[in-house]
T-cell receptor, first 112, second 111 residues
Framework: TQLLEQSPQFLSIQEGENLTVYCNSS?????LQWYRQEPGEGPVLLVT?????EVKKLKRLTFQFGDARKDSSLHITAAQPGDTGLYLC????????????FGGGTRLMVKP | NAGVTQTPKFQVLKTGQSMTLQCAQD?????MSWYRQDPGMGLRLIHY???????DQGEVPNGYNVSRSTTEDFPLRLLSAAPSQTSVYFC??????????FGSGTRLTVV
């Protein structure tokens, strides 16, 4: 059982649709990060959320950190084919050397 | 600005062979770590370092060794390769609790 559970694992949608990816845990994190990974490359940081209830927007992407700092969501509005990729959430626990604990990832495909 | 550089990009080993995966960063980051990525399992932490001379075990350390003699370099050694170590390996560095910068990975196959 992974510490961070991401859902859904796979998502295939049409261009223009909206989607939400969830990242849930029973543990509290000091901060939570979202990464996007392209094939053959390492993950690239999209955002870091630190405060419970925090909402951050990055163009068409909206990230939310749960009030209890145990869960997070990523919402994409009007998805485009360029959004296709693997989305990973990762939590940092202050009692774990500030290292990242990753969820299993959500593989998104946006069809034109 | 190179960021995090990993070598080699691809490697095939026979069972029982040893090798070192190299990782270097030029951002003067204190934190460095090694992850392996397997299908459907995200990235799992192997070993990490919070500064030169300091290393610690992550979630899946067995079969791997690390050392951190300089701030820039954090090599990962496979002592006796096993097929279960077939994976994609990523090195990452960070200045603190901010975002991590990842290398482009080493794809390792053990036959």
């Amino acid at each position: 059982t992974q510490l961070l559970e991401q859902s859904p694992q796979f998502l295939s949608i049409q261009e223009g649709e909206n989607l939400t990816v969830y990242c849930n845990s029973s543990s509290v994190f000091s901060s939570l990060q979202w990464y996007r990974q392209e094939p053959g490359e390492g993950p690239v940081l999209l955002v870091t959320v630190v405060t419970g209830g925090e909402v951050k927007k990055l163009k068409r992407l909206t990230f939310q950190f749960g009030d209890a700092r145990k869960d997070s969501s990523l919402h994409i509005t009007a998805a485009q084919p360029g959004d296709t990729g693997l989305y990973l959430c990762a939590g940092i626990r202050s009692n774990a050397g500030n290292m990242l604990t990753f969820g299993g990832g959500t593989r998104l495909m946006v069809k034109p | 600005n190179a960021g995090v550089t990993q070598t080699p990009k691809f490697q095939v080993l026979k069972t029982g062979q040893s090798m070192t995966l190299q990782c270097a960063q030029d951002m003067n980051h204190e934190y460095m770590s090694w992850y392996r990525q397997d299908p459907g399992m995200g990235l799992r932490l192997i070993h990490y370092s919070v500064g030169a001379g300091i290393t610690d075990q992550g979630e899946v350390p067995n079969g791997y060794n690390v050392s951190r003699s300089t701030t820039e370099d954090f090599p990962l050694r496979l002592l006796s390769a096993a097929p279960s170590q077939t994976s994609v390996y990523f090195c990452a560095s960070s200045y603190g609790i901010g975002g991590y910068t990842f290398g482009s990975g080493t794809r390792l196959t053990v036959v």
